[in-house]
Structures are given as C-alpha cells and as structure tokens.
C-alpha cells in the first residue's frame, strides 16, 4: 500500500499546484496547494476522506485537471 502519492501540475504563476494524498487511519488526508521557489509551499486546503472518496477525486485530479504523480513538494 503507498502511504502518500502527490500529483503536480504547472501553474500560471510559473510554479507548481499539488496535492497530496496521505493514508491515515482508516482515511485520507488530502492537502491541495501551490509552490512558487523560493518560497515556502502554500497549503490552500485540508480535508480527509474516505478511502473510496480519496480514489475518486484523485482520479478526478488526473483525469480532468491535468495533475501527474512527481516528487514531494515539502
């Protein structure tokens, strides 16, 4: 089982949105944000789902909004 997945996309500002998908307990945390380098990574929202909620909007993520899996972002 992977713990955590993050997916990347380009932004407009010339950085990266993510998300990131972190197993928990019996849940899954999802952080949605943006990075622009130097600074520091902006977390715009948090929530947890449920396992089967978390693989649809991650799929949504993919295959609508145009993320791909990539590196960690922190």
Known sequence: ???TI?????SRDGGI????FR?????VEILEGSHLPPQMPLIK???SLGSAQARDRRNHFEQCLGFRHGPPVF
């Open 17 to 20: 949105d993510y998300v990131c």
């Open 6 to 10: 993050w997916l990347h996309r380009p």
């Open 23 to 27: 197993a928990q307990q019996g849940a």
């Open 45 to 47: 929202t948090r929530i």
């Open 1 to 3: 089982m992977v713990e």
